[in-house]
């Protein structure tokens, strides 16, 4: 069964930062691209930022804006969200998921084995 596991989440004042880990289990973790996802209360899920297998590929949403790095450890099959320059805009529920469909694809749809989710809140 495939498992991802998302921590680091809590409530930082804007301005603050914040990193983020999913650990997955290997099955789900090896050759795959990786993506980070978020879903604010009554808004659909949306796509944040996404890593190839090798790591050399990243792709951000716009509203990243530079704010944002995601990363991978292929040896502890995790990934992980740096987060800078928080704002009250991205408090929300941030989820790590593996990639099923073509790298560059944003849409949940394009994504499995999806994780229980980390709660970042961001006060103002």
């Known amino acids: 069964q495939a498992q991802l596991v998302e921590s680091g989440g809590g409530l930082v004042q804007a301005g603050g930062s914040l990193r983020l880990s999913c650990a997955a289990s290997r099955r789900t973790f090896v050759g795959s691209n990786m993506a980070w996802f978020r879903q604010a209360p009554g808004k659909e899920r949306e796509f944040v930022a996404a890593?190839?297998?090798?790591?050399?590929?990243?792709d951000y949403a716009n509203f990243v804006e530079g704010r944002f790095t995601i990363s991978r450890d292929n040896g502890k099959a995790a990934i992980f969200l740096q987060m800078n320059r928080l704002e009250p805009d991205d408090t929300a529920m941030y989820y790590c998921?593996?990639?099923?469909?073509?790298?560059?694809?944003?849409?949940?749809?394009?994504?499995?084995?999806w994780g229980q989710g980390a709660q970042v809140t961001v006060s103002s």
């Open positions: 890593i190839g297998w090798s790591g050399d590929g990243t």
């Open positions: 998921a593996r990639q099923r469909g073509r790298w560059g694809a944003r849409g949940p749809s394009d994504y499995d084995s």
